[in-house]
């Protein structure tokens, strides 16, 4: 493949990305969403987030082979309580990185 069709085939991917995506962001007068509809797709964006988080929380690759990560899991657990009280963003990433690392370099687990 030269590069002018892989440029050419790469602006037309990101075209039709942008288009799919801009669908939901452009309101439609004609066409309206129902609530229940509406109050179903406010989670989409949590539930995809804890789903590319979940795996990496729980277990950890070591030579090719996953294995069940107690420190992380630990610190995931930490940073949920800190969330679910504060709700406050930075004050959770600081308390869940800080106990992870504490956790590693410690080696309690």
Same mark, same amino acid.
């Given at each position: 493949m030269d590069d002018t069709l892989f440029y050419i085939t790469v602006f037309i991917i990101g075209l039709i990305t942008l288009i799919f995506r801009g669908a939901f962001i452009v309101p439609d007068k004609a066409h309206h969403l129902?609530?229940?509809?509406?109050?179903?797709? $406010?989670?989409? !964006?949590?539930?995809?987030? +804890?789903? @590319?988080? %979940?795996?990496? *929380?729980? &277990?950890?690759?070591?030579?090719?082979?996953? $294995?069940?990560? !107690?420190?992380?899991?630990? +610190?995931? @657990?930490? %940073?949920?309580? *800190?969330? &679910?009280?504060?709700?406050n963003i930075l004050a959770t990433f600081i308390v869940g990185m800080g106990a992870l690392w504490a956790l590693q370099s410690l080696g309690l687990f």
């Open positions: 129902s609530n229940k509809l509406e109050f179903f797709l $406010e989670y989409i !964006p949590i539930s995809a987030m +804890a789903a @590319l988080t %979940a795996a990496h *929380v729980f &277990y950890t690759q070591s030579g090719g082979v996953y $294995e069940v990560a !107690p420190d992380k899991i630990a +610190a995931g @657990l930490l %940073a949920f309580i *800190v969330a &679910y009280f504060s709700k």
